[in-house]
């Protein structure tokens, strides 16, 4: 048998690579219609999300004014923010406060209308609609200059607290020791998001344990702290972690109530409306990109130590 004829009988070497756009294309028409309708999210996350995340993380590194190209200035910016910039703590410290006392009150006045629409109630879902409207409206502009003219000198809460108990309000606004108190009020007044995620999780646990609770004589705060609360605890834990970003991120209040000035004294400058100062009114929009990136910094530390913190408090089925 000459070595032609021995070689013919093998498989060619060129099968494999022949068989290849076949798979390709049964790939596709499996795959494809899934990646075609998922074109839209990765056009925006790339084009949208991560394309500008990266270059305002090199713009960090940079004195860039929006008028010349940027110029590399390494870790200037960063150092300036540690050292030379007494705003940036100011900043940080309204933020903070502001934080720490908004996302608690929010919360918990959430939690206490869950309980309340969870004991049964006609036209819940009307109510329900009803108390979760502010959570759509509250980040608006109109909101936020409708909130200035009520806690204005001259405004409906002065007018309120004269007529009813004839007491002169101070100018809410204007007063460097109520002002920020004006938008921790409009922030709690948008509980309805956290409210139906609660009423949610009320739903989810079982009434045999709180009709077994009755016959060995618990009382209702007996109830709420040895039932609802651990076994709501993975949702106290979602709505903390959504809300305190969210609080973290707030803009559109403080500069629309300070007039984009940050209030009396700083009183009102939360971080971002810093950052919007340093981007839009001074054009240091490289700086501008250094506070955002320690922005993104404390978000995700916080978020990774309420992730580690949680083995301790949330309790699961398991």
Known sequence: MSLHTEVAGLPSAKAPAAAAPGAMKRSWARNGPAYLFLLPWLIGFFGLTLGPALASLYLSFTDYDL???PNWVGA???????TADPKFASAMTVTFFYVALSVPLKLGF????ALAFNRGLKGLPIYRAIFYLPS????SVAIAVLWRQL???DGLVNMALWQLFGIEGPSWISNPDYSLYTLVVLAVWQFGSPMIIFLAGLRQIPTDMYEAAEIDGASKARQF????LPLLTPVIFFNAVIQTIDAFKAFTPAFIISEGTGGPINSTLFYTLYLYQEAFGFLRMGYASALAWILVVIVAAFTAFSFLSARYWVHYDD
């Open 67 to 69: 008028i010349r190209s």
């Open 76 to 82: 200037a910016n960063y150092v300036r923010i540690a």
């Open 110 to 113: 959430a939690l206490l209308v």
């Open 136 to 139: 759509l409206l509250g980040s």
């Open 151 to 153: 806690f204005a000198s």
């Open 225 to 228: 702290f040895r039932i609802t």
